[in-house]
């Protein structure tokens, strides 16, 4: 009898020993492996969602997982988008016939169980249990733990046989295909390509995801910011006719921006969304495919807070103000105009704004887009057609943008214009179409036919002289700095700066209220992401259109002898005997005068500097904090920049090889925050970015004898190719070096000294170096930086 207790004691032991046994076995089953040590020694106390996880998947895996381009749809800027998880399906697919269903989060579904049903798959536990059941629940950890057993090399480049390139395959495994998944890709873990985490960043996640995949709220918006949102809903929502059609033009506008209010938290941010609630209540997005589609009988404009890690590559800041609130008043509701009926819904009036919008001051118009001229250019950038061909490669590497002014006595500043408004209709109207040829055509003829009364109804008495010519340009009233602007192309992405940064450009745009609402319309309001082939390829052709009306306006103020030959130098190979796709009747008629040397664009930019004076700007300022004052610092910066502005200048085979965006790092040997960030931007010549190329094509075309790089103070992009560290005392050999690259082994080397490669274990160090700097450079406007494009060199 005295045996009975300890037998059972016994048999109890062996039950729970038996039970954690099969635990293990259960949990190593095909080759996950779970991570028992680290499973074992978590602590009871949950980890801190936002102190702890979200700093590490803000830098090690929103890097690669933050907006539409995402591999597997996977965006990780969020616990709504990490509860979404992944999916099959690619938004960037080009060769579809039939649109797809559009998938934004926090607007197409509101649910974990609505994503499920548009065929989202789970990446951590949809519904937590214990720790092992989580992890071997979790393809997040999956991949994570594939990474760990499969290390990469920490020298030299990836092998060959791993993609890096934008647009590799995707496998996109949900968990009952990862066994099958891991053993035939084990070199292809998470982070994808780039370093393994470090231990602690490893434990920290793996401890998140088997304590559950917890996450929490970010804080309510400040008291501050709702305050102005309470004013401003409170404008936008007022049912009368005129107040009703200035807030549909207005959210038109802002639906991509990232609104800051004045005297909020610089990283604080909101969102014009249309709701079925009113203010007060939570907001219930309204989801259409696009900004000026119907949103049905009853709906609020709302501001909704941005919770979402803010990434560079989309960010679109837009500054909100009781300046700004003012301004609205003194262009849309000051002025004396009647609004009748409201314009329709359907597609050829609502994505044609000289039609939904003919009622509105076309001055104003023109003057609200003028005043954040920056951000509407950034909107085709940083929207969702940023990517690929759609709109960027018909544009060159580098040019400047000037802008007609407002009250200058052209025919396009003129209410006439809305006159015009059906032959200033563009594709998208048309939505999901096939017909391309045909498509086409009938738009350019509706082109031409615009340009040709716009002919008829210019009258020019003379030429002027060019002092007298700059008159018609836009002088940002004496204090805007969207007066002029940079675009930079990198490929496949761009970006836009303030003022006429590096030397003169090969082509420049000159913009009116036509061309800059059409551009906003064609390539943002109203394109679809998500739509077909034949969408994506007519807002391409198109861009090109309205990319040649805008270098025809800047061609205009050239003199006449050289006009025709600069036309047809951007144009090589595809202008012979087609020189009637737009009309080019002004070829032959002088409208400047006064030029007195062989280099009339760099004349004529000598005098835009002179006339906007600081307003063409050279860009940024570099931020250095008190080390400003710092005598010696300020001496071993000059020697620096002057050393870096050499690269500018590149010959030989360099050409073939540099990165469009190379980020540089000088360190100065002190506080790192004191070190010096350059960005080597690639200006390369193309014969002409004209008609539909893939990036082989674009490089057959390639006229490397007129390549230039252009070298700023700052970081420019939201996609670096590569990074560079140098220290300081070795800047005069980088620049060297730089410029005795006359081989591909040559480069190698190169690289191999002051590059940071894929492989190299120190590379999230300058990653999060890169992220830092940009916030420090611009609080407000930096944002995570993106490496899916960072190059395997």
């Given at each position: 009898?005295?045996?009975?207790?300890?037998?059972t004691?016994?048999?109890?032991?062996?039950s729970?020993?038996?039970?954690?046994?099969?635990s293990?076995?259960?949990?190593t089953?095909?080759?996950?492996?779970?991570?028992?040590?680290?499973?074992?020694?978590?602590?009871e106390?949950?980890?801190s969602?936002?102190?702890?996880v979200?700093?590490?998947?803000?830098?090690r895996c929103?890097?690669?997982?933050?907006?539409?381009d995402?591999?597997?749809?996977?965006?990780?800027?969020?616990?709504e988008?990490?509860?979404?998880?992944?999916s099959?399906?690619r938004?960037?697919d080009?060769?579809?016939l039939?649109?797809m269903?559009?998938t934004?989060?926090?607007?197409?579904?509101?649910t974990?169980e609505?994503?499920?049903?548009?065929?989202?798959?789970?990446?951590?536990?949809?519904?937590p249990?214990?720790?092992?059941?989580?992890?071997?629940?979790?393809i997040?950890y999956r991949m994570?733990?594939l990474?760990?057993?499969?290390?990469?090399?920490?020298?030299g480049m990836?092998?060959?046989r791993?993609?890096?390139?934008?647009?590799?395959?995707?496998?996109?495994?949900?968990?009952?295909e990862?066994?099958d998944y891991e053993r035939?890709r084990?070199l292809?873990?998470m982070?994808f390509?780039?370093?393994?985490?470090?231990?602690e960043?490893?434990?920290?996640?793996?401890?998140?995801?088997?304590?559950g995949?917890?996450?929490?709220?970010p804080p309510?918006?400040s008291?501050?910011?709702?305050a102005?949102?309470?004013?401003?809903e409170?404008?936008l929502?007022?049912r009368?006719?005129?107040h009703?059609?200035?807030a549909?033009y207005?959210?038109?506008?802002w639906?991509?921006?990232?609104?800051?209010?004045e005297g909020d938290?610089p990283?604080?941010?909101?969102?014009?969304?249309r709701?079925?609630?009113p203010?007060?209540q939570?907001?219930?997005?309204?989801a259409?495919?696009?900004?000026?589609?119907?949103?049905?009988?009853?709906?609020?404009?709302?501001?909704?807070p941005i919770t979402s890690?803010?990434?560079?590559?989309?960010?679109?800041?837009?500054?909100?103000?009781?300046?700004?609130?003012?301004?609205?008043?003194e262009?849309?509701?000051e002025p004396?105009?009647?609004?009748?009926?409201?314009?329709?819904?359907g597609?050829?009036v609502a994505?044609n704004?000289?039609r939904?919008?003919?009622?509105?001051p076309?001055?104003?118009?023109?003057?609200?887009?003028?005043?954040?001229?920056?951000?509407?250019?950034?909107?085709?950038?940083?929207?969702?057609?940023?990517?690929?061909?759609?709109?960027?490669?018909v544009?060159?590497d580098r040019?400047?943008?000037?802008?007609?002014?407002?009250?200058?006595?052209i025919?396009?500043?003129?209410?006439?214009v809305?006159q015009?408004?059906r032959?200033?209709?563009?594709?998208?109207?048309l939505?999901?179409?096939l017909?391309?040829?045909?498509?086409?055509r009938?738009?350019l003829?509706?082109e031409?036919?615009?340009?040709?009364?716009r002919r008829?109804a210019?009258?020019?008495?003379?030429?002027y002289?060019i002092?007298?010519?700059?008159?018609a340009?836009?002088?940002?009233?004496?204090t805007n700095?969207?007066?002029?602007?940079?675009?930079?192309r990198?490929l496949?992405?761009?970006?836009?700066d303030?003022?006429l940064?590096?030397?003169?450009p090969?082509?420049?745009?000159v913009?009116?209220?036509?061309?800059?609402e059409?551009?906003?319309y064609?390539?943002?309001?109203?394109?679809d992401v998500?739509g077909?082939v034949?969408h994506?390829?007519?807002?391409?052709?198109?861009?090109d259109?309205?990319?040649m009306?805008a270098?025809?306006?800047f061609?205009?103020?050239?003199?006449?002898a050289?006009?025709?030959?600069?036309?047809?130098?951007?144009y090589?190979?595809?202008r012979e005997?087609?020189?009637?796709?737009?009309?080019t009747?002004?070829?032959?008629?002088?409208f400047?005068?006064?030029y007195?040397t062989?280099?009339?664009m760099?004349?004529?930019?000598?005098h835009?500097?002179?006339?906007l004076g600081?307003?063409a700007?050279?860009g940024?300022?570099?931020?250095?904090g008190?080390s400003?004052?710092?005598p010696?610092?300020?001496e071993?910066?000059?020697?620096?920049?002057?050393?870096?502005?050499?690269?500018?200048?590149?010959?030989?085979e360099?050409k073939a090889y540099?990165?469009d965006?190379a980020?540089?790092?000088v360190?100065?040997?002190?506080?790192p925050a004191?070190?010096?960030?350059?960005?080597?931007?690639?200006d390369?010549s193309?014969?002409?970015?004209?008609w539909?190329?893939?990036?082989?094509?674009?490089?057959?075309r390639?006229?490397?004898?007129h390549?230039?790089q252009?070298?700023?103070?700052w970081?420019e992009?939201?996609?670096?190719?590569?990074f560079?560290?140098?220290?300081?005392d070795?800047?005069?050999?980088?620049?060297r070096?730089?410029?005795?690259?006359q081989?591909?082994?040559?480069?190698?080397?190169f690289?191999?000294?002051?590059g940071?490669?894929?492989?190299?274990?120190?590379?999230w160090?300058?990653?999060?170096?890169?992220?830092?700097?940009a916030?420090?450079?611009?609080?407000r406007?930096?944002?995570?930086?993106?490496?899916n494009r960072?190059?395997?060199?």
């Amino acid at each position: 009898m005295r045996l009975a207790p300890v037998l059972t004691a016994l048999l109890l032991l062996a039950s729970t020993s038996a039970c954690r046994s099969s635990s293990r076995i259960l949990s190593t089953r095909g080759q996950a492996h779970v991570d028992f040590d680290i499973v074992e020694r978590m602590p009871e106390e949950r980890l801190s969602y936002a102190d702890e996880v979200r700093p590490i998947l803000d830098r090690r895996c929103v890097v690669c997982h933050g907006c539409y381009d995402a591999p597997c749809q996977l965006k990780l800027t969020s616990g709504e988008g990490i509860a979404r998880g992944g999916s099959k399906d690619r938004v960037y697919d080009g060769s579809r016939l039939l649109p797809m269903r559009p998938t934004r989060l926090f607007v197409d579904a509101l649910t974990t169980e609505e994503w499920r049903a548009l065929d989202f798959h789970p990446v951590v536990a949809d519904e937590p249990g214990g720790p092992y059941a989580n992890l071997e629940a979790s393809i997040l950890y999956r991949m994570l733990r594939l990474k760990q057993r499969n290390p990469q090399p920490l020298v030299g480049m990836l092998p060959r046989r791993i993609d890096t390139g934008l647009n590799r395959e995707q496998y996109c495994p949900t968990l009952q295909e990862m066994r099958d998944y891991e053993r035939e890709r084990p070199l292809q873990g998470m982070p994808f390509a780039l370093p393994n985490l470090s231990t602690e960043e490893y434990e920290t996640l793996v401890t998140w995801i088997a304590q559950g995949s917890h996450t929490t709220s970010p804080p309510p918006p400040s008291e501050v910011a709702l305050a102005q949102v309470r004013a401003w809903e409170e404008l936008l929502n007022r049912r009368d006719p005129k107040h009703q059609l200035v807030a549909r033009y207005l959210y038109e506008h802002w639906f991509l921006g990232h609104l800051h209010f004045e005297g909020d938290d610089p990283r604080s941010f909101f969102s014009i969304v249309r709701s079925t609630t009113p203010p007060g209540q939570p907001i219930v997005p309204v989801a259409t495919r696009r900004p000026y589609d119907d949103p049905g009988p009853s709906f609020h404009y709302r501001f909704s807070p941005i919770t979402s890690t803010i990434v560079a590559k989309d960010h679109l800041l837009y500054e909100m103000s009781e300046a700004r609130m003012a301004r609205i008043h003194e262009l849309f509701f000051e002025p004396s105009y009647e609004v009748g009926e409201l314009p329709g819904r359907g597609p050829r009036v609502a994505s044609n704004p000289f039609r939904a919008f003919a009622a509105l001051p076309l001055r104003s118009r023109y003057r609200f887009l003028l005043d954040d001229a920056r951000f509407f250019l950034e909107g085709f950038m940083k929207g969702p057609v940023c990517r690929g061909q759609v709109a960027l490669n018909v544009i060159e590497d580098r040019f400047w943008i000037l802008f007609f002014d407002p009250d200058a006595p052209i025919s396009t500043n003129d209410e006439y214009v809305n006159q015009l408004g059906r032959l200033l209709a563009m594709p998208t109207e048309l939505e999901d179409n096939l017909r391309l040829v045909r498509t086409y055509r009938h738009y350019l003829d509706l082109e031409n036919r615009y340009l040709n009364r716009r002919r008829e109804a210019f009258s020019i008495d003379r030429a002027y002289p060019i002092d007298e010519a700059m008159g018609a340009l836009w002088r940002g009233d004496g204090t805007n700095r969207s007066a002029a602007l940079t675009v930079y192309r990198h490929l496949d992405s761009a970006s836009v700066d303030f003022g006429l940064v590096g030397d003169v450009p090969e082509t420049a745009w000159v913009l009116d209220y036509p061309l800059l609402e059409r551009i906003h319309y064609l390539l943002v309001a109203g394109f679809d992401v998500y739509g077909n082939v034949g969408h994506q390829l007519n807002t391409r052709m198109f861009m090109d259109v309205l990319r040649m009306e805008a270098e025809d306006y800047f061609l205009a103020f050239m003199p006449q002898a050289r006009r025709k030959a600069m036309h047809e130098s951007w144009y090589v190979g595809i202008r012979e005997g087609q020189d009637d796709d737009t009309r080019t009747w002004w070829l032959d008629r002088e409208f400047v005068t006064g030029y007195q040397t062989d280099d009339p664009m760099r004349e004529l930019f000598t005098h835009v500097r002179a006339y906007l004076g600081p307003l063409a700007g050279h860009g940024r300022e570099r931020p250095c904090g008190a080390s400003c004052e710092d005598p010696m610092r300020a001496e071993v910066v000059h020697r620096i920049d002057h050393a870096m502005f050499g690269l500018r200048h590149i010959e030989g085979e360099a050409k073939a090889y540099v990165a469009d965006v190379a980020y540089v790092r000088v360190r100065l040997g002190g506080d790192p925050a004191d070190d010096l960030a350059y960005t080597l931007l690639s200006d390369k010549s193309y014969r002409n970015v004209s008609w539909m190329l893939s990036e082989e094509e674009l490089n057959e075309r390639r006229d490397y004898s007129h390549d230039r790089q252009t070298v700023v103070p700052w970081l420019e992009g939201a996609y670096p190719n590569f990074f560079f560290v140098v220290d300081h005392d070795e800047v005069d050999a980088f620049v060297r070096d730089y410029h005795g690259i006359q081989s591909r082994r040559d480069y190698e080397r190169f690289v191999a000294l002051y590059g940071i490669r894929r492989t190299n274990p120190t590379l999230w160090e300058h990653a999060d170096w890169f992220h830092d700097q940009a916030l420090r450079e611009e609080p407000r406007r930096g944002g995570i930086l993106d490496l899916n494009r960072y190059q395997n060199r």
